[in-house]
Each structure stands twice: as structure tokens, then as C-alpha cells.
């Protein structure tokens, strides 16, 4: 295995920040008041004349930019349903429902103050971003402390965030507080809440949360008063205790996190599971007699796959973890996640976000695949160890990929999450696309070299905010290969991989096949020959770009190699010493590990 001993990375600073939160929730009202000091240090070498603050929920108002956003993508055909009519590009969880909000069911987040050093500082709002001017510019190698109130009305759940969801979960509370931007090499990343993803700060979070006594609460972090409050956090089953007045405050604390979630039910069960050298898991679900025993299946699963995550992708860093049911389907967030049901795929898809999302963090907006990518990626990857199968374990990821280039709508990866012409074009090219664009590593590289790359890139990057070129140097590094030219053409542009079987012939000493290249993406080629006799031969032909040849192919198959294709030419001749009435089948890409988009052209059967 080639590694270098140079460092990877460049000095990649990060900004820092504190939240100290104490809130009260109405439920008769359903209302939050808080309050914030926030402690900023500013790393970076810009002096900073303001802030920007994330306000989400004010996206929950009619005739706001997710309604009308999610409006005008509903009224797109991206395809046909089964009964023939047209399939509309809605997301399901928004559709039109904000514009149908009445003034009790709508959301806002209300920054009413900020002051620093008492002194109130002038604000500028912008429907889900507030503009803060500080009074004071902030020099580098400086902390400022700011202190908020804020008011916030939970909606009726939409998209992640609400109250009274459809499996009956009171409140699901994520991107419900005033929240910094983050600021980083590229500057300020003040992106509106329209649909997709999310980026923040590292830091620290010591949450108060005032409620009803009857509400149990699930969040981010560890629980820090469980005696005070009567919670057996760690004591499965063990209920609230009685307790004087009418509220109680839960106070959770997380480090080097960039978000808080947390989900409230007066009905929630509570088991737990300890990982083998690894984090503790909580699970809260609503409890009912056919759900205890799926929860507790999900519950065994997590904890026994975890040595499976950890070995290829690094260890979890943080104590614990909370699977959570609320919100509408799965999303992640720092220590935790909401998820709509007991689903394994689902439990383990939004656990490895914290992977990618939560510990490495890239810019969610600008490079959605990732994140979602790659956690797609690992989710395939410890689901096929854990059920024991055979064959490629992305064959879905590659499917919905293919799917995606054959389809009019694909858009490069490069394009803004927010910006995707399509919802259909942003799930395929960041879910499907971009664990293709991983899996096929494996392809180029060979599976120890990827994994190893991996495991590279979570020791170098994590909390440093990678970016593409980034990764594509682990790879590098990791391999000896050039790669650049992968990422170009995965990353920035629609260009396809497509080869093609053109023609076979003898010689009387050789038989020998001609191989085409059909799409615009060069790829390095492995052909297999399936003889009479049930033995093969591996023909691998590398790529000139690479540089470097493949010696991994993860079997014992005889392999000839040759010399490496010029990408500028479309054809390579492969020969055997084999007869060809002994040759039975020809094939490319034998394995499914090449994103071919066409794979009717890739084998010959002979019939002799």
C-alpha cells in the first residue's frame, strides 16, 4: 500500500462557539421562549464586521421560499406512476401543505434582541437569515459573548421539524433556535432554508428546556440531571417520578457538536444498548405492544454492527447516541437523529451521518453527495456484511444512479443542493451518485485501498470541514494514483461510462476482442473469458490518467495486464492464447463494480 509521509491537509482553521440555552415551551400555546449567550471566537484571519444567524422556522409561513419553492417543483413530471398517470417531482413531507398553514399552524423563530456588552446591535432580517452589524468588528484571535432572547412558534410537523406528527410524536424540535453561520475559508455561508441541508460550527451546547412534567424529553448529548428530574436515562423503563408544579427542566450538554435536536412525548419508551468498545445507544420510540419488540430488534442490530463501522470507518467519537422517533422519516443531527419508524436501514443510514456530517461536516449546500453519499455508501456496505450476501453491495446505489443518467434531468454534483432543477436530480446524483462515485473507487483502486482511504480521511479531516479536492488527495496519497481527472468527470459534469463489445476474431495463434468506448468517461477496463473447461482469464486494461495500475481485484482469477489506454482513443484490442471455439462468454466488468449505463453491450454469449 502506497503512503505517503507528507501531511494531507493544508492548516484548515475553524471557528469556535458556546451555547448556553434556557427555554420554556407553552404546549398550550405551542411557543417557545428562550434565551441564548453565545460565546463566538473567531479563528479565522478576517476581521468580521457581523453575523449571520439561521432563523429556520420562519420558512413555516405561507408565501415563504420553501413554499413557493416546493410549489413550483410539485408541478414538475419527472415521470410516469404505475397506473400511467404523470409522477409529479413533490417533495412528500412539503408539498403545498405550508401555503395551506393557518396563523395557529405556522412556524417563526423571532430573534426579539442581541445585544453584546449590553449594548443592543442592529439586526437585519431576512426571512430564515438574520444580518447581525456588531458595533464592535470582531479581530481575528478574538471571542465576543452575545446574549438573545428569541420567541418561536412550533408548526404542525413539515419537513423534519413540528408538532403532532403522523405517528402521534408531540414535538420534533430540530433547527428550532437562533443559530450561527458558519464562516470558513470560503467565507460566510449564510444559506435560506429552502429544502436541503445544513453546515454549522463546532462548539459546545449546555441546553435548559422547560415543559410540561408529563413530556418526556429525548435530545442531543448527555442528560445531566436525571435524578433531579426522576428519569432513569439509564434505566430502561423506569418512569418520571412525581414531581411539585407543573413543569420540569431536562438540561443536556454536548462538546464538539454543530447542532442540537431534541423531540418531547408524554408516551415515549426508552431502551438501551451498549456498543463493544463504542458509544452507548438510547433509543425513545412511542410505546406500544407491536413496537417494543421491532425497537428492541433495531436496538440489537445497532449495537452489533457497530464494530463494523468502526473498523472501515473509524470509531464514533462521543459517548452516546439517540435514535428518536419523530420528525418525518430520518434526519440526522449531532448525538442524534429522528426517525419515523423502527427501520434498521434508516436507523443505521442516519447513525452513519455522524460520520460524515456530524464529525468531517463538509458544506452540506455545496457538496450534498458528501455527505449523503457517502453515509448512502457505508449504509450499503455494513447492511451487506450484516446480512451475509454475496455480489456488489451498491448494486442499488449504481441502479438509482443509472437511472438518473438515462433520464433528462441529471444536473453535475457540483450543482448547489438548493439549486437542483429537481428533487428527483438532487436525491439520485447526492444519494445514488455519490455512493456510486465511492464504490467505484473500489473499482479503480481495489477495495483495501478505498476502505484504507477511508479511514485516512476520518483521521485527517475530521472537524475540518473537507472539501472534494480534499478527498480526492487522501485517495491519492493512500494509492499513488492521480485521480483528479475522476472527480472531474463525476463531480463536474454528466458524463457517462459506456463500453461496448465490438467484435472478436482468430488468427490461428490468438483470438482476440475488440473493445469500444461508447460513452464520453474513460474508465480503466477489466474483461473476463469464460471458457468450455469453467476456467477465466482477467484482462485488465488500466488508464493512462491514473498513472498507476490496480493490484487488488479481491479474487485469484489469472489476470494479464496491459499497457495503459490513451483516453483519447475509443478502442483496445485484448487477446488470449485460448482457441476461440473454447471461449464460452465474454464480459466487462464482470464484478458490476463500473458504472456502465449500458450493460446489454457489455457480454457475449457463444454459442458453438
Known sequence: MWMTQAAAQPSRWQQAIQYDMDIVLNSDNNRISGKQTIKYTNNSPDTLAFVFIHLYWNAFKPGSSMDVRSREMGNKVVGRNPNGSDRLDWDPRVRDRIANLSPEEEGYCTLQSLSIGGKPQRIELYETIAKVWLDKPLMPGTTTEMKTSFEAQVPIQIRRSGRDNAEGVAYSMSQWYPKVSEYDYQGWHPTPYIAREFYGVWGDYSVKITLDKQLKVAATGELQNAAAIGFGYDKPGTALKAISGNTRTWHFKGSKIHDFVWAADADYAHIVRQTTNGPTLHFFYKQNQRNDSLWSKTADTCALVYPIIAEHFGAYPWPVYSFIQGGDGGMEYAMATLVRSHSIGTAIHEWMHSWYQQLLGTNEGLYPWMDEGFTSFAESYVMHVMRNRNGNPWSSDYAGYIALARSKFEEPMSTHSDHYATNFAYGRAAYSKGAAFLAQLGYLLGDSLMFATLKRYYNEWKFKHPNPNDFIRIAEQTSGAELDWYKEYMVNSTKTIDYAIDSL?????????????????????????????????????????????????????????????LWTHRSMVIRTTRRLIDLRQVLIDANDRMADIDRRNNQLQLQW
Not at 527 to 537: G, P, R
Open 505 to 565: 476474431w482468430t488468427d490461428g495463434s490468438f483470438t482476440y476482442v475488440r473493445i469500444q468506448r461508447v460513452g464520453e468517461f474513460p474508465m480503466p477496463v477489466e474483461i473476463n473469458l469464460f471458457f468450455k473447461d469453467s476456467s477465466q482469464e482477467r484482462h485488465y486494461v488500466p488508464l493512462n490518467l491514473m498513472y498507476w495500475d490496480k493490484t487488488e481485484f479481491g479474487d485469484s482469477i489469472p489476470t494479464v495486464k496491459y499497457n495503459a489506454q
